[in-house]
């Protein structure tokens, strides 16, 4: 908080990452806190979070520069199933961090605070990942210039969907890779295909015969594979073999960067 008000008083523009350790197992509270919710462990570190949000809005609109502010909520996996989180539920969603790659698994929320910029209120069931946030923030505040062009970078620009001006994201899709590297789904537009799957956290990913096809809309917990119903689903696949296509050349193109002494430069885009 100290952070925001010195830079608010010298009107410096500003960057702030906050990364909670709530409610990640080990789950832990802090003293202040604890049995104050009246649910137990679980609930009191949700309103240990809702209090150290409050503190950061607090102090944003203290300093008298929230209308000046981007303020981004969100997390980067769903619940885990395991007895040490206490507690978590995915909802409607089936699988868990340890049961990927079911929307339960890596489906999260995300909450933007802008105001008189981005519409308070609105909802958005559009395609973004973390990785977009970078284009993003940058077009919000009209600095898309700025992000680097001597590297490839993965995200797209979605400032013009969270500021209300176009209805779709554009992002299409989302390829989801497992603990071993290797893809185990694609999800495209309202539809996901597994080619991968693991059950539980002490259990294997296996190949799946034929891959799964689910339709989002319809069946948001991924209860019905399309194939059982329907053998007429082969035209998904070519899509979402396109993804994997485009993500492979570029890989191909741009490998991951190296680490270390290893890394020499990047590889700047053509």
């Known amino acids: ?90 909802g409607p969603w089936q699988g868990d961090f340890f049961n990927p790659p079911f929307e339960g698994s890596y489906r999260v929320s995300a909450v933007i605070r802008w105001p008189d910029h981005v519409p308070a209120g609105r909802q958005s069931q559009e395609l973004l990942s973390a990785v977009d946030w970078l284009p993003t923030l940058a077009g919000l505040v009209g600095q898309s210039h700025r992000v680097p062009t001597d590297r490839p970078i993965d995200g797209v620009d979605a400032a013009d969907h969270l500021l209300g001006k176009q209805d779709t994201s554009g992002r299409d899709a989302v390829l989801y890779f497992g603990l071993d590297g290797r ?40 209860r019905f594979n399309l194939w059982e119903v329907s053998m007429d689903m082969g035209w998904v696949l070519r899509p979402v073999q396109e993804q994997i296509t485009q993500f492979q050349q570029s890989v191909a193109e741009y490998p991951n960067i190296a680490t270390g002494e290893a890394f020499t430069g990047y590889a700047s885009p053509p």
Request: proline share 6%; charged share 20%.
């Open 1 to 90: 908080m100290d952070y925001i008000r010195r830079h608010a008083q010298a009107q410096k523009p500003f960057f702030v990452y906050t990364a909670l350790l709530q409610i990640h197992p080990p789950v832990g509270v802090h003293p202040d806190f604890k049995g104050t919710s009246g649910g137990g462990l679980y609930a009191d570190c949700l309103t240990e979070i809702d209090f150290r949000v409050g503190e950061i809005l607090d102090a944003i609109n203290a300093a008298g520069i929230a209308q000046n502010t981007i303020v981004v909520f969100s997390s980067d996996n769903a619940t885990s199933p395991l007895k040490s989180a206490d507690g978590g539920s995915n």
């Open 183 to 222: 893809l185990m789904s694609v999800k495209w537009k309202n539809f996901k295909v597994v080619f991968r799957k693991s059950d539980a956290i002490d259990a294997p990913i296996t190949d799946v015969q034929l891959p799964m096809v689910f339709n989002l809309i319809g069946d948001p917990g991924e």
